[in-house]
């Protein structure tokens, strides 16, 4: 049975786009043969590239402006290296840069701890702003976060000594024995 636009009219909001004087893709659809190429704006020059900056290996060079403030570095920087080493529609590529931020936030509080600076966590997260406007969820968010802590801790501290399981004790006959083997 093949859907019909009646089908959908009790949707608020379908069909809002057929209307062909209302169609967004009207610039596109009346191009001139000028425009062969679907551009007509001349391209900017090519930034200096001074640093390292990663692209995607699906695209032949690079954009002409590059954001180059913070080049890969340590562990991160590595991570980003191998993760555009695949292409852009495989989880190869963007879990590794999930990681990747993930290890970089770290890398950035190891850092400012070696220069002497104390990072003040609590505002870098909005804490103060969270405090203000959502005191339920921040309280959640911080007893959600303490009960994990809490339970990792007593797992890693129980996880060396099991009880119920006694280290076997030996007596002098069973290394004489083991001596005559």
Same mark, same amino acid.
């Given at each position: 049975?093949?859907k019909?636009?009646?089908?959908?009219?009790h949707i608020?909001g379908?069909?809002i786009?057929?209307?062909?004087?209302?169609?967004?893709?009207?610039?596109?659809?009346?191009?001139?043969g000028e425009?062969?190429?679907?551009r007509s704006?001349i391209?900017?020059t090519?930034q200096?590239?001074?640093?390292?900056?990663?692209?995607?290996?699906?695209r032949p060079n690079?954009?002409?402006?590059v954001?180059?403030?913070?080049?890969?570095s340590?562990?991160s920087?590595?991570?980003?290296?191998?993760?555009?080493k695949y292409?852009?529609?495989?989880?190869?590529?963007w @879990?590794?840069? *999930? $990681? #990747?931020?993930?290890?970089?936030? %770290?890398?950035? !509080?190891?850092?400012d701890?070696?220069h002497?600076?104390?990072?003040?966590?609590?505002?870098?997260?909005?804490y103060?702003?969270e405090?203000?406007?959502?005191?339920k969820?921040?309280?959640?968010k @911080?007893?959600? *976060? $303490? #009960?994990?802590?809490?339970?990792l %801790?007593?797992l !890693?501290a129980s996880?060396?000594?099991?009880?119920?399981?006694?280290?076997?004790?030996?007596?002098?006959r069973?290394y004489?024995?083991v001596?005559?083997?």
């Amino acid at each position: 049975m093949k859907k019909t636009a009646e089908d959908f009219a009790h949707i608020p909001g379908w069909g809002i786009d057929a209307d062909p004087k209302n169609d967004p893709t009207y610039p596109n659809r009346h191009r001139t043969g000028e425009e062969h190429d679907g551009r007509s704006w001349i391209r900017p020059t090519q930034q200096v590239l001074d640093r390292e900056v990663l692209h995607s290996i699906e695209r032949p060079n690079y954009t002409a402006v590059v954001g180059n403030s913070v080049p890969p570095s340590g562990l991160s920087g590595w991570i980003r290296r191998f993760a555009f080493k695949y292409s852009e529609n495989e989880y190869l590529h963007w @879990l590794p840069l *999930v $990681a #990747a931020d993930k290890i970089n936030v %770290v890398e950035g !509080l190891i850092d400012d701890l070696m220069h002497g600076t104390l990072p003040n966590i609590w505002a870098e997260k909005g804490y103060n702003s969270e405090w203000k406007h959502d005191k339920k969820g921040l309280i959640t968010k @911080l007893a959600t *976060v $303490a #009960a994990i802590t809490a339970g990792l %801790v007593y797992l !890693l501290a129980s996880s060396g000594s099991k009880p119920g399981k006694k280290a076997k004790k030996y007596n002098k006959r069973d290394y004489d024995r083991v001596n005559q083997l």
